[in-house]
């Protein structure tokens, strides 16, 4: 079964919960058809957005990143993503991504919105987005240093901490 087979194949099975399956994909397929999970994270199945984001979210900690024109196609079509783990997986992911500057602003808003999630960990996961997103783009410094500030006082003591350890950083 070729790569972008057994992709489908997993993300089509999977279930929203275990990522088993998943795990198993990435340990079988080291260099993943990246534009192909890409494409199955910006469809309209939850469980798909849940699935390959998560995937997403996995290769870029292990250094495997979609290439650019994968990347914008992502990051432009955020606003696709609604399950709150798929928002969180991308916020996770953007530390590892290239942010080019055609689509920098509407990963800004993105990341704005997702820091206004009723999820908690979306919501501190943007925060830690937003900061990557100016540690590439300065002139959003000032902005995300705004708003990493009102983000200090929320209600959640997992928004605060991330917070905090941005700015340690």
Partial sequence: MSPIEALGRVLDEFNGTHVEPLQAY?????????????????????????????????????GVVPGPAATARLLSGSVRLKHWEAQLHLCQLVRHLVIEDDVEAGLFGFLQRAAESDKPFVRAWAYDGLDALADQHPHRREQVDQLLEAGATDPKAS??????????A
């Fill in 159 to 168: 928004v605060r901490a991330r917070i905090r350890n941005l700015r340690e």
């Fill in 26 to 62: 990435m340990t079988g397929h080291p260099d993943p058809p990246m534009a192909v999970i890409v494409d199955r994270a910006l469809t309209d199945d939850t469980k798909n957005q849940q699935g390959a984001t998560w995937l997403l979210k996995e290769y870029g900690a292990a």
